[in-house]
């Protein structure tokens, strides 16, 4: 079984991820899937949508096996929440 390992520091890792999301990808997926998970290959660009992270996960996989994985669920501020609702993003 082939294991991803990480190339960038967690620092580098948010920083590539925000600005693809933010430049690229935000207007064209935002308003017709609020709630629902981007996950971005940081490297490549390429993203999935999905309301289970796996699953889109394993659409950036199976194009690239060694794909540095980014997640955001859109439209809010954070992809999971602990105990209460998770925070909107303020526009």
């Known amino acids: 079984m082939f294991k991803r390992k990480r190339r960038y520091s967690s620092e580098e890792f948010?920083?590539?991820g925000t600005?693809?999301?933010?430049?690229?990808?935000?207007a064209l997926v935002e308003e017709a899937n609020?709630?629902?998970?981007?996950?971005?290959d940081?490297?490549?660009?390429?993203?999935?949508?999905?309301?289970?992270?796996?699953?889109a996960a394993q659409v950036l996989i199976n194009k690239n096996?060694?794909?540095?994985?980014?997640?955001?669920?859109?439209?809010?501020v954070a992809s999971t929440g602990h105990g209460c609702r998770p925070a909107r993003d303020k526009k």
């Open 34 to 40: 609020l709630g629902r998970l981007c996950l971005i």
């Open 65 to 76: 096996p060694d794909a540095q994985i980014w997640c955001k669920r859109i439209g809010y």
């Open 19 to 26: 600005e693809l999301y933010e430049t690229n990808i935000r």
């Open 42 to 55: 940081i490297e490549s660009g390429e993203y999935a949508l999905g309301d289970e992270g796996h699953v």
């Open 14 to 16: 948010e920083r590539r």
